[in-house]
């Protein structure tokens, strides 16, 4: 088996067809097609079925694939392990952020890293927390600046957390804001439960969370979830279309804060590798140039 036939192999598998994968590494169909019948030539069994315009993986193709990935990521470390001795911070980035850090937390530490290592190829992808996990452990992202819950996975390193306060708001014309003071409220999970709630996907721990209080209250939840953008939950809950959680640095004069004893809305947002993933000294050097921006509050 060589490396190149265990790439295509594996890029077939995520991409689900061979024609979309040979985009992917850059060569024809029927090369990758010939790399895939040289593989299961030299095995001795068929690797994936072809059913319809899709393909699946055979019982064989299932056995593959956990040793192919695993292959292909230790070949990908020793590389990195003999560019890392050089001390030299140049080659490519891949990062992968959620819209909000993104916006409102990358860009101060992004220039100044750039401006000291101009050599580094920094790719960005924005996507939700949930997908970044998901193109940590594939391989296709080298850092993941996005939501964590402390601890929770053992496959990733956690190089630097932070907290990020938030509140339940709503638009100061709601019924919910009502006799406000301050621009805060006194309310109540019951009465919220009265009001829709305009939240991100049900996969997202913002969603988890407030649908988890309202089951444990015996309150139904009856939510929007318009997009994962909090942007544009924002600008849906200051024109009155409903209530929602946001991190506090988005709360200006437009929403009201309701507060409430009980629900204090907060999450943790951090830089996150695969523990499997050996980090370049470029990796290194943006989450060093993290901490010096953001500090670390694991370190508390």
């Given at each position: 088996m060589?490396?190149?036939?265990?790439n295509a192999f594996v890029s077939i598998v995520e991409t689900g067809s061979f024609s979309k994968a040979a985009d992917v590494i850059s060569i024809t169909q029927p090369a990758i097609s010939k790399r895939i019948?040289?593989?299961?030539?030299?095995l001795g069994c068929k690797l994936f079925e072809r059913v319809q315009r899709s393909v699946q993986l055979t019982e064989e193709g299932q056995e593959?694939?956990?040793?192919?990935?695993?292959?292909?990521?230790?070949?990908?470390?020793?590389?990195?392990?003999?560019?890392?001795?050089?001390?030299?911070?140049?080659?490519?980035?891949?990062?992968?952020?959620?819209?909000?850090?993104?916006?409102?937390?990358?860009?101060?530490?992004?220039?100044?890293?750039?401006?000291?290592?101009?050599?580094?190829?920094?790719?960005?992808?924005?996507?939700?927390?949930?997908?970044a996990f998901e193109a940590l452990e594939h391989n296709h992202a080298d850092i993941g600046f996005i939501t964590v819950t402390p601890g929770a996975d053992s496959d990733y390193v956690e190089h630097l957390i932070w907290h990020d306060p938030m509140s339940i708001v709503c638009s100061s014309e709601h019924e919910l804001a009502k006799s406000q003071t301050n621009n805060f409220k006194q309310t109540s999970i019951e009465e919220l439960s009265k009001s829709n709630a305009?939240?991100?996907?049900?996969?997202?721990?913002?969603?988890?969370?407030?649908?988890t209080l309202f089951a444990d209250q015996k309150l139904k939840l009856s939510a929007t979830i318009p997009t994962n953008y909090l942007e544009t939950i924002k600008m849906m809950v200051s024109v009155g279309l409903g209530w929602s959680v946001l991190p506090n640095t988005m709360i200006d004069d437009e929403l009201t804060i309701l507060t409430s004893s009980e629900y204090s809305?907060?999450?943790?947002?951090?830089?996150?590798t695969h523990k499997r993933k050996t980090m370049s000294n470029a990796a290194k050097a943006l989450i060093e140039q993290a901490n010096k921006v953001w500090g670390d509050d694991s370190l508390e």
């Open positions: 060589d490396i190149d036939s265990l019948s040289s593989l299961e030539k030299q593959l694939l956990p040793r192919a990935t695993s292959i292909l990521r230790e070949v990908e470390n020793a590389k990195q392990s003999i560019l890392n001795i050089s001390d030299n911070v140049t080659g490519t980035l891949t990062v992968v952020a959620s819209h909000h850090i993104g916006l409102h937390r990358l860009p101060i530490v992004i220039k100044p890293f750039l401006q000291q290592y101009p050599q580094v190829d920094l790719k960005l992808l924005f996507m939700e927390s949930e997908k305009i939240l991100p996907s049900k996969t997202t721990l913002t969603y988890q969370v407030i649908e809305p907060s999450r943790k947002l951090g830089a996150v």
